[in-house]
């Protein structure tokens, strides 16, 4: 893969190495200790946020993620390449190239950051990053994801089940939905100033699926805080869908009795549906979805049902999944 150097050199190549990953540390720390003061109120509340800004001014990616513990949904495969991983993204609000996010991404702010929680709940919040990071033991979960264009990946994401912040959203019995909203910031996200997509990014789930215990909630990978490219400082990961399904950098998760309109549906309904799941029998309009190559092997592999992941066939059980697509 071509890095493009479009804007400057990375600081880790200006920096000796060791002081760069030293002054990482100290940043991700100091954030830190900040919010274990904070528990179980909004970090904001207690915090100025320019506080936070002037110690923590660049995005703590690469952060170790300390004392997390395995999870018994991990795959045993090969785990893909940290560079392929982290060369080769989506994410249309920095590139709609695949080595673009990386470079352009750099300099995305993450930090203060805050989720609104609302729609169809008891009561709306804003929640901090850093309190949301604590609300439950990070697993390390080792997961395929297989993007709808046909390439997949294998990957130590770091989080826990969505479903523990949904319960703590106290959602409304008519709440059905779960939709998912990225950040909109043209400033800081070049592909947000071109008219690919309809801006901000929009994701969507039903409500069992956002509680399946196999939707992810993730906060970083291979043992480290989220590179922005992958969508830092908080993004889902549904394994068991296309990877469009899991938004990256999200501000908002509102509860809705409507199914969302998601992003790619908008912009090609008879290409990209709502549930996207991840069948080798459905093809999409212009290409087979029968089989995958996963980033850094050559010969293309079979695609699973589910991904592979049939813990959820029953979610779908008597819905027509070629109509429901
Ligand atoms: N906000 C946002 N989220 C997004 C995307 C995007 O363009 N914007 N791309 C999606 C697609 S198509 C894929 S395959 C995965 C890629 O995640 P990765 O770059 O970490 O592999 O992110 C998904 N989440
Ligand atoms: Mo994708």
């Known amino acids: ?119 169809l709940v008891k009561k709306k919040q804003e929640l901090d990053i850093d309190a949301i990071m604590k609300m439950a033991a990070q697993e390390e979960r080792i997961y395929r994801h297989r993007c709808v264009e046909g390439w997949s990946i294998v990957v130590p994401w770091a989080g826990f089940s969505l479903s523990e912040l949904v319960k703590r959203a106290e959602s409304l019995g008519k709440a059905k939905f779960v939709e998912f909203t990225t950040l909109y910031d043209p400033k800081q ?14 994701e969507g789930l039903r409500m069992d699926e956002a509680m399946h215990p196999l939707a992810l909630l993730c906060f970083g990978l291979y043992g480290e805080a989220l590179p922005n490219q992958d969508g830092a400082p908080i993004r889902i990961v ?19 009795e409507e199914q ?31 089989k995958e190559r996963r980033l850094g092997e050559f010969f293309k592999r079979a695609t699973l049902m589910f991904n592979g992941y049939d813990q959820v066939a029953s979610l779908y059980s008597g819905m027509d999944l070629k109509k429901n697509f």
């Open 1 to 119: 893969m071509l890095i493009k150097k479009a804007d400057g050199i990375a600081s880790s190549e200006i920096t000796p190495k060791e002081t760069y990953l030293n002054r990482r540390k100290f940043l991700a720390s100091a954030a830190l200790t900040g919010a274990a003061a904070a528990t179980g109120v909004a970090f904001r509340e207690l915090v100025h946020p320019s506080t936070i800004a002037q110690a923590n001014a660049t995005a703590p990616a690469n952060a170790k993620i300390e004392g997390l513990k395995k999870s018994p949904f991990s795959t045993t495969e090969k785990e893909t390449p940290y560079k392929d991983v982290t060369t080769y993204n989506n994410f249309y609000e920095f590139s709609t190239d695949k080595d673009g996010p990386a470079e352009l991404a750099k300099n995305f702010k993450t930090r203060p950051w805050t989720v609104t929680i609302d729609g």
């Open 189 to 202: 996200m070049p592909g947000q100033r071109v008219n690919v997509l309809k801006w901000p990014y929009v």
């Open 238 to 256: 549904i394994p068991w869908k296309y990877g469009f399904k899991s938004a990256k950098s999200i501000v908002r998760i509102r509860f809705t």
């Open 260 to 290: 969302p309109v998601n992003t790619w549906q908008a912009s090609a309904p008879s290409e990209y549906g709502f549930y996207s799941n991840v069948n080798p029998n459905v093809d999409h309009p212009r290409w087979s979805q029968a």
